[in-house]
């Protein structure tokens, strides 16, 4: 299965990438890296997403271990660097825009 990166998420990346700070206060994640477009493909090599968590790409992460990530809806989880299980992913935004309008500074 190929996840498509989705359409919110690659316009606003066209101007503001990559990208560092913080979620609203108590908001998930807390921390957010928003890696680089050019970044993503090696990035999501170097930590076999494709073979341990197929059904998910990784964007970015939460500077605690976690990765931000994709499923094929479009849909953001953080999904654990370590072992990367898709059973232990937690959704935190249906969507990008979403996730966007609990950045600080970000929008």
């Known amino acids: ?49 494709k073979k341990y968590a197929p059904e998910f790409i990784g964007f970015g992460g939460n500077g605690g271990g976690d990765l931000l990530a994709f499923n094929s809806d479009g849909a953001v989880f953080l999904l654990p660097m370590i072992g990367l299980a898709p059973d232990e992913a937690i959704r935190i935004a249906n969507t990008f825009n979403e996730l966007v309008a609990r950045l600080v500074g970000a929008a």
């Open 1 to 49: 299965m190929s996840i498509r990166l989705p359409t919110d998420y690659l316009a606003y990346m066209q101007h503001r990438e990559p990208w560092e700070g913080f979620t609203q206060e108590g908001s998930e994640p807390g921390y957010v890296v928003l890696w680089s477009l050019a970044q993503i493909g090696e990035f999501n090599v170097d930590v076999e997403i």
